[in-house]
């Protein structure tokens, strides 16, 4: 009888004391259940944390992978810094028990991927900071379950891909980075339904054509940025379709045929008064090859002109045609009526004479 109540005792003593097993070398704070285990070179999460474990920092640390066991029945974490380890995997189900979890931090790791249902549990997650890891490729099912996600951080990885109506799930997303990237085209479903949306960092990708309906449901976009891609040219409908109230556009640091077309471009995405080129004067050419180099202000005057001049050449002609055409026409009029008023009217008149 003896022997088998002890263990019971000691499992009572467990819930009513959850800090006696604050992990070796973790320091952990009751009062504010904090647990702290950072720069220890732990290989594995450690077992047995504090069920009331709010916060837990595991930053610079050596995990290599995440699995359902590591945050068993930690129900009431909050915050969860996994930055800085080497985690390559993180196995199906490893979040389900953090239902309350609204910040998780995964930069400076080596995922290249994440799993179909890594979002799975994560129904509360606010904030996911994934930059400086190896992803690829980005599908929906890795982030549909994500519907309180207000920001997504995924620059600095190897993101070549990203499926079509991928962030369709995360209705409440305020900011997307994904700056850094080896992104080569912006296309249409990329941004479907991010009506939240207020920031898109796309800096530092390899865009060098951006599908004109890519920003259409954007309608609380705030900052977008297109600065150091691929693009040489833009289409005004592609910003014509950004109605918000104010964007602010970035787009230097990309080599652009400074020709009459994207002058124009230019000029009409100004006159549209909720769109602003906050870098306008910093942009410059990258041809035709007599540009290449010139800042776009210093020329930008004169981009059209060669063609306005043809336009003016061609309606001179025209106008001078047409001139001509209805002066002759007048005089060979004036000629008639002055030969009918000249010659005599009928037969009889002659006979008078
Ligand atoms: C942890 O990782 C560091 C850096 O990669 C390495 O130098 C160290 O040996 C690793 N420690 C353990 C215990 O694996
Ligand atoms: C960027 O795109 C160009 C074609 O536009 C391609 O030749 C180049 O390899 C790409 N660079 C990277 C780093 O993917
Ligand atoms: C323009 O470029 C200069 C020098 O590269 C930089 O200091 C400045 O912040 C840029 N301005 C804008 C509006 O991007």
Not at 298 to 309: F, G, K, R
Request: a negative charge; aromatic letters at 8%.
């Amino acid at each position: 009888m003896a022997a088998l109540f002890t263990p019971l005792v000691l499992i009572f003593a467990t819930n009513a004391n959850p800090s006696q097993f604050c992990p070796a070398s973790c320091l952990c704070y009751d009062s504010s259940n904090l647990v702290e285990c950072r720069g220890l070179e732990l290989p594995i999460v450690p077992h047995h944390l504090p069920h009331s474990t709010w916060m837990l920092d595991l930053r610079h640390n050596n995990l290599s992978r995440l699995e359902p066991a590591s945050f068993q029945a930690l129900w009431s974490l909050r915050i969860l810094l996994l930055s800085d380890n080497q985690i390559e995997i993180v196995l199906a189900r490893s979040f389900r028990s953090l239902g309350f979890l609204e910040r998780l931090d995964l930069s400076n790791n080596y995922l290249t991927s994440l799993p179909n249902d890594f979002s799975r549990g994560l129904g509360s997650l606010r904030e996911l900071r994934v930059p400086s890891n190896r992803l690829t490729a980005l599908s929906y099912e890795s982030l549909r379950h994500m519907e309180s996600l207000e920001k997504l951080d995924l620059s600095r990885n190897y993101l070549s891909s990203i499926e079509q109506g991928a962030f369709r799930g995360l209705s409440r997303l305020r900011h997307l980075h994904l700056q850094s990237n080896l992104l080569d085209s912006v296309r249409g479903g990329y941004f479907f339904m991010l009506q939240n949306l207020e920031l898109l960092d796309l800096s530092d990708n390899n865009v060098s054509s951006i599908a004109v309906e890519s920003f259409t449901s954007l309608h609380s976009l705030r900052l977008l940025s297109l600065s150091d891609n691929q693009l040489s040219h833009l289409k005004f409908k592609t910003f014509l379709n950004l109605q918000t109230p104010s964007t602010h556009i970035q787009v230097s640091g990309n080599p652009w045929i400074c020709d009459c077309d994207l002058q124009r471009v230019f000029g009409k995405i100004t006159s549209v008064r909720h769109l602003h080129i906050d870098d306008y004067d910093n942009l410059t050419c990258a041809g035709p090859p007599q540009l290449s180099g010139a800042a776009l202000i210093s020329v930008d005057n004169q981009l059209c002109v060669a063609e306005t001049a043809t336009v003016l050449v061609i309606t001179i002609t025209v106008l001078v045609t047409v001139i001509a055409a209805i002066v002759m026409a007048e005089r060979n009029r004036k000629k008639n009526q002055e030969k009918n008023w000249n010659e005599p009217d009928g037969p009889f008149e002659t006979q008078d004479k």
